[in-house]
């Protein structure tokens, strides 16, 4: 790959480090957040609880995609950044512009989703 379009990618995936940096930020601090259930009916109560849990949720998947991108810049330092993970074949251009963070190929992405599937069904 050349070395503008690596540039490029670098630039995306650090847009997207740093926006997820903030998101998983705000949600630990959602949850620090100080807490006076005294005042709070049951239904409030369950409420702020549910809202805390979805955000915790939120954070987990925020935080998993932020190690796939950090995976990805790793990727580009060590020079084996568009590959597929899982067949070594390049991972299409389209596929890498809407998931910079891509880790296989379309065709071995489904094969992965298939086995994840099968193993959990």
């Not at 480090?17 to 620090?32: D, F, N, P, T, W």
């Not at 880790?103 to 071995?108: K, S």
């Amino acid at each position: 790959m050349k070395k503008e379009r690596l540039a490029y990618f670098r630039k995306k995936l650090m847009e997207k480090q740093r926006q997820l940096v903030e998101e998983v930020g705000k949600s630990a601090l959602y949850g620090k957040g100080p807490e006076d259930d005294s005042i709070k009916d049951l239904g409030d109560q369950a409420t702020t609880a549910y809202t805390r849990e979805f955000l915790f949720e939120l954070g987990n998947g925020d935080r998993r995609l932020l190690k796939e991108v950090i995976g990805a810049l790793r990727k580009l330092d060590d020079g084996s950044f568009g590959a597929c993970e899982r067949c070594n074949e390049s991972i299409a251009d389209k596929r890498l512009e809407a998931l910079p963070f891509a880790r296989y190929c379309i065709n071995c992405q489904r094969a992965v989703e298939e086995e994840e599937r099968t193993t959990a069904g």
